[in-house]
Each structure stands twice: as C-alpha cells, then as structure tokens.
C-alpha cells in the first residue's frame, strides 16, 4: 500500500457540496431606494470614470511627447 491508495475508500468532497444553486435575485429596497438600482448607476458612473482617466493618461503622455 502506497500513497497512491491513501484515500481510495475516503470521501473527501460531499456530493452535496458540489450541488449547483440557483442564484436568486432580490429587490432591497431602503427608506425608498432600491440599492440593487444604485449600484448598478454606481457601476456605470465607474466605467465612465475609468475611461476618462485612460483618456487623460493618454493626452498626457502625447503632451510629454511635445514637449521633449
């Protein structure tokens, strides 16, 4: 007997672990404000901020150029 058979008659994952679940969506509304709907104008006020900065990044680097 070798390593190799070390865990032959041992279960090391339940299979209910391995159980795929549904992800369930939920409205979370708060003093009137449906937090899912802010993050999600958050998300977008994120990628509209990033594109920005990589524009600017961009205008920089081409003004260092200029000026070199």
Do not use: F, Q, Y
């Amino acid at each position: 007997m070798g390593v190799e058979k070390d865990n032959e008659d041992k279960m090391l994952v339940k299979p209910k672990w391995l159980e795929v679940r549904k992800t369930e969506i939920a409205e979370i509304i708060v003093d009137g404000v449906d937090l899912l709907e802010e993050v999600r104008k958050l998300k977008v006020k994120d990628d509209e901020v990033v594109k920005v900065v990589k524009e600017m990044k961009r205008a920089g680097e081409r003004s260092r150029e200029c000026h070199v």
